[in-house]
């Protein structure tokens, strides 16, 4: 399994989940995969607990409406299991819609992000809001409605991709400047393999 640098790593609500380094959400939550393309990456989402944590930590659900999910989940363990699978389809097509995008990554965002805008709901002073009683799906929802607000508002060539060993995050990057996920961890890495290759040559 990849190895993660710990400083690419957080405790959100006792969970071990990975740090925010791409300034969007939806491409935060691609993140939870480190190592894309690699034979054994490194997944954080192993649970419905963890994917309900992220949300908290991403600022997508407050700290009590996670919890009381998290708690929904232990007594509705099978239905908590396919909210997880449909969160992780909806990374691979995220990922994919910004990378390799094809029609049916598109079509599968655009479908979550759809759902989310059909269970939102228009509330005085707070706007449109996707209610609690949305239930276990209340994480997925969320993640669609940042997915869809991704894809509307941002050219996706201005999305990059950590060229790091075993890494691939996505980040954020309008001026084009930006390599790495993040200069500390894989930008380092990278300067010490190229001084190491030229020392041995």
């Given amino acids: ?64 409406v996670a919890a009381r999910l998290r708690r929904q989940a232990k007594s509705k363990s099978a239905a908590a299991r396919r909210v997880l699978h449909r969160a992780l389809v909806l990374r691979d097509a995220i990922y994919a819609t910004c990378t390799e995008p094809t029609a049916a990554s598109w079509d599968v965002v655009a479908a979550e992000a759809h759902r989310a805008a059909t269970a939102a709901v228009l509330l005085r002073n707070e706007g449109w809001v996707i209610p609690e009683s949305a239930g276990l799906d209340l994480p997925v929802l969320e993640l669609g409605r940042a997915a869809g607000a991704l894809l509307a508002s941002t050219d996706l060539t201005t999305v990059g991709r950590c060229p790091g060993q075993d890494c691939g995050w996505l980040f954020v990057d309008p001026r084009g400047r930006r390599r790495w996920c993040t200069m500390a961890v894989c930008g380092n890495r990278a300067k010490a393999r190229r001084h190491a290759q030229r020392a041995r040559g």
């Fill in 1 to 64: 399994m990849v190895s993660v640098d710990p400083r690419f790593q957080r405790l959100v609500d006792g969970l071990l989940l990975p740090a925010r380094v791409a300034g969007d959400p939806a491409l935060d939550f691609c993140n939870t995969r480190a190592g894309w393309g690699a034979a054994e990456p490194r997944e954080y989402l192993t649970s419905y607990d963890h994917l309900a944590a992220w949300g908290r930590g991403a600022g997508l659900l407050g700290h009590a």
